[in-house]
């Protein structure tokens, strides 16, 4: 019997198996789920009051060439992704409209998890995709919900992802990729298990490098994962150890004017360039204390250390102020406009590189004991957990203002340097949980839960303590709270489940937030700290129901409806001074989502398909105020006037996707999915009352405030792309597949933004009228251009 159940340990958190001990809840084969973050004796999903979507490495396998983001972009439920940053290893996902993004600054609703530790960024709750290993995931559950299990910042879902080991992944395996955009991918592995069965161990690493799709976007990933096991047939330890050392460009949002006139490849500024370095060690370790008694335990450090390189047109820039004749050979010397706060190199240059330095340490400790015993005689699962997360962030920032752009606007001609930043925090969190599953008779489930989070978090900037400015953004703040959720699971026979469940989940605001919230002193998004008076935490409150089943012909469906509101939810809120970049967070109030999510799958003959369809509302549930220039239904003072109602920007209302995979022979498949996306809103609209009007698009001088409305609709239209893959089984261990992406080459955006285009539409001058160049700075639509047609060709060689 623990032999059997140290097995689901093995597959950690999600898998196909058989469920040993769980047989007291049923007898077949089926999916196991694990309630926490934690390995634990696991329920049958039939038994859960959630849709959960679970993703094996088969499904994985019959997909290459993909990135465990673009995985779930193709195929799950209220899944869709934002390409900010253009760059595949740096997409926004989302999900019911939540976002994990791994931009600072942006409002985060999605904890991840790998192996059991979250790795959302203790600075700002944001999650870098590029540091999960994608060669070496075993499998994935989408968890939806604000689920209080699974902790901070679990306000719209959780993504659990479970790394491979030598007991499932025996042998070596080497692949090699090449195609469009230069792109050249190579990876190895290798895994077994002692003669005595006892230990097992496995070693991957992957190289990625590509020249990127857009101008001047080259990547190089850099990833290698060991892990080594020991078990016997009550306990089971895995030590692992992931390395990560990547370089990427990401050139980010541009004016769909440069695009008409350079092409779908065109950049705004340059470079847009991000380092990241990750050391991370976690130790997993499971026990049977007897056949219905199991007490799981993890500890991990995680390192990981963050340089950015931006090229940006200056916020600070005044030339149109400057005695000079041309903006470019503005000196120090010029008469300043009457904000004497700033030196005139910040005033009188145009470009500047923003350089920026994170670092952070974080370690923690959880255990949790499973029991899997009889309650007043029915049937009960029992767990109780415990746990302790520690981090330290440091974050400096520099300026170097720039006093011209080359002709790839790029800043050039270095002028001042100065250090804006330099910050610390430290965040601590203390956590207990309980949930209880008991099924009342064989029809009949009830779980409820509730974890209770103490969260301080400490800042500290170190310009203030040098004496460098004159006041104090330093505070501790200690954010607590019990978050519960009750479920009903109703299984009348083994072809039909219907559930429904609330659940509450809280988020507490990160050091970089509250070191960002004073109006008074407005900082540069996201980075440059200004105070820190006390924000809210958000809390969301979820409302799921749903049912799922099996129809003839192997068929399978699902549906559920959920509605979830954020309490105290944080936006970053510009405001209305001469650096139009700035501005602070803030509690909002509250955020609504509700939606449908709609499944269905089977197997015909040689034919396996699936499809779904996703209807997301989400929309502001209470009036606030921003401040936009570039908004035409803004007030005199520059003001959006938020109703409860409007749509929240970069969400689709609707999402359809189908995916079909044809055995041709038993040797060769060939498969394609089609993804479809509505129009959504752009960031910049947020009271969705902007209007394109050419007749009154106007210009404005640099140094100004900008009156004008931009020649640009507030709205980014639908779009649908088709992909294409296909495998051929060679023998002998060899392997050949071909990918291609977008294959009717659709133009098309995933997210955008209403901004302020310094530049000339229809080539590379800065624009400003101080100077000799006749246009001047405009209003304009900065959008994503989504990836156009490519193609990439694989061999893969395994044996034994």
């Known amino acids: 019997m623990k032999l059997k159940l140290s097995a689901i340990v093995a597959l950690a958190l999600a898998s196909s198996a058989s469920l040993g001990a769980a047989e007291k809840f049923t007898t077949s084969t089926i999916n196991v789920y694990s309630a926490t973050p934690l390995p634990s004796i696991g329920l049958p999903l039939d038994l859960v009051p959630a849709n959960i979507q679970v993703i094996k490495r088969e499904d994985l396998k019959n997909q290459v060439g993909v990135t465990i983001a673009d995985f779930a972009n193709n195929n799950l439920q ?3 992704i934002q390409e900010t940053q253009g760059n595949p290893f740096q997409p926004d996902v989302t999900f019911r409209g939540y976002s994990a993004s791994p931009l600072d600054g942006n409002p985060q609703g999605l904890s991840v998890f790998l ?22 995931i075993q499998g994935m559950q989408l968890i939806p919900g604000s689920n209080p299990l699974y902790g901070l910042n679990t306000l719209g879902g959780a993504i659990a992802l479970q790394t491979k080991s030598g007991r499932t992944n025996q042998g070596a395996a080497l692949e090699a990729s090449g195609g469009s955009w230069g792109r050249k991918n190579v990876s190895a592995e290798y895994g077994g298990v002692s003669k005595d069965g006892s230990v097992d161990y496995y070693l991957g690493a992957n190289y990625f490098d590509e020249d990127g799709w857009r101008k001047y976007s080259p990547t190089t990933v850099k990833q290698t994962f060991g892990k080594v096991g020991w078990q016997n047939e009550s306990t089971k330890i895995d030590l692992s150890y992931l390395n990560v050392n990547n370089d990427m460009i990401g050139n980010g949002l541009v004016p769909q004017s440069i695009i008409s006139s350079e092409g779908r490849d065109a950049i705004y500024t340059r470079p847009d360039q991000t380092r990241n370095f990750l050391n991370q060690f976690t130790l997993n370790a499971s026990h049977w204390i007897n056949n219905d008694v199991m007490a799981s335990a993890n500890a991990y450090y995680r390192r990981s250390n963050r340089n950015t390189l931006n090229g940006d047109v200056n916020d600070e820039y005044t030339g149109a102020l400057s005695t000079s004749t041309n903006a470019n050979t503005c000196s120090s010397t010029d008469t300043l406009a009457s904000d004497n706060t700033k030196n005139a190199g910040e005033q009188c240059a145009p470009g500047v590189n923003n350089r920026t330095w994170t670092r952070s340490n974080s370690y923690g400790v959880q255990g949790q004991l499973t029991f899997n015993q009889k309650l007043f005689d029915k049937k009960n699962q029992f ?5 302790f997360d520690r981090s330290i962030q440091r974050f400096n920032q520099t300026e170097h203002e720039m006093e011209g752009f080359d002709a790839t606007r790029m800043p050039n001609s270095p002028d001042e340097l100065t250090l804006t930043t330099a910050f610390k925090g430290k965040t601590e969190t203390f ?49 607590q709270r019990i978050n519960p959720s009750l479920g009903l699971t109703l299984t009348p026979n083994e072809n039909v489940t219907v ?23 407005p900082c540069l998004l996201p980075n440059a700290m200004a105070s820190d008076p006390p924000l809210k935490q958000v809390v969301a409150k979820t409302y799921d129901f749903g049912a799922r089943g099996k129809l003839p012909f192997d068929m399978k469906w699902s549906a559920s409806v959920f509605q979830a509101v954020n309490h105290n939810d944080i936006q970053f809120v510009y405001t209305n001074t001469t650096n139009n970049s700035a501005g602070y967070f803030n509690n909002v109030g509250r955020t609504k989502r509700q939606g449908l999510d709609l499944g269905l799958s089977g197997l015909v003959n040689k034919l396996t398909w699936n499809a779904s369809y996703s209807y997301i509302r989400a929309t502001y549930d209470t009036d606030f105020t921003l401040v936009n220039e570039t908004n035409s239904s803004r007030t005199d003072n520059d003001e959006l006037n938020v109703k409860k109602g409007n749509f929240i920007p970069g969400i689709p ?22 993804i479809a996306f509505s129009s959504r809103y752009m960031h910049g609209n947020e009271n969705n009352g902007h209007q394109a009007n050419s007749a009154e ?4 001088d640099a140094g100004e405030e900008v009156h004008n409305t931009p020649c640009a609709k507030g709205k980014l239209p639908a779009f649908a792309i088709v992909n294409l893959d296909s495998q051929y089984n060679l023998g002998n261990g060899w392997k050949i597949w071909a990918k291609a992406i977008n294959v009717f080459d659709s133009d098309y955006y995933t997210t955008g933004r209403l901004g302020v285009n310094a530049f000339t539409d229809t080539g590379n001058t800065f624009s400003d009228s101080a100077n000799a160049n006749t246009d001047s700075w405009r209003g304009a639509a900065f959008v994503s251009p989504g990836a156009p047609r490519a193609g990439w060709l694989g061999v893969r060689y395994e044996f034994k």
């Open 653 to 674: 209302k609707h999402q359809l996707k189908l995916r079909a995979q044809y055995e041709i022979t038993p040797e060769w498949s060939f498969g394609g999915n089609l």
């Open 499 to 521: 559930f429904g469940s609330y659940s509450e989940s809280a988020r507490a605001p990160s050091a970089m937030e509250l070191g960002c919230s004073d109006p008074a002193n």
């Open 78 to 80: 209220s899944v869709s």
């Open 431 to 479: 956590h207990l949980l309980a949930t209880d599953t008991i099924s009342l008779n064989d029809v009949i489930h009830v779980t409820g839960a509730a974890r209770y989070n103490r969260t301080e978090v400490k800042n500290t900037d170190q310009l203030y303590l040098s004496g460098a400015k004159d006041s104090n953004s330093g505070g501790n703040h200690l954010f």
């Open 115 to 136: 192996d059991g530790v979250r790795v959302n960024e203790p600075f700002g709750d944001s999650v870098r995709w590029d540091l999960i290993p994608s060669f070496a």
């Open 383 to 387: 767990i109780v957990g415990t746990g």
């Open 697 to 700: 698009c106007q210009t404005y």
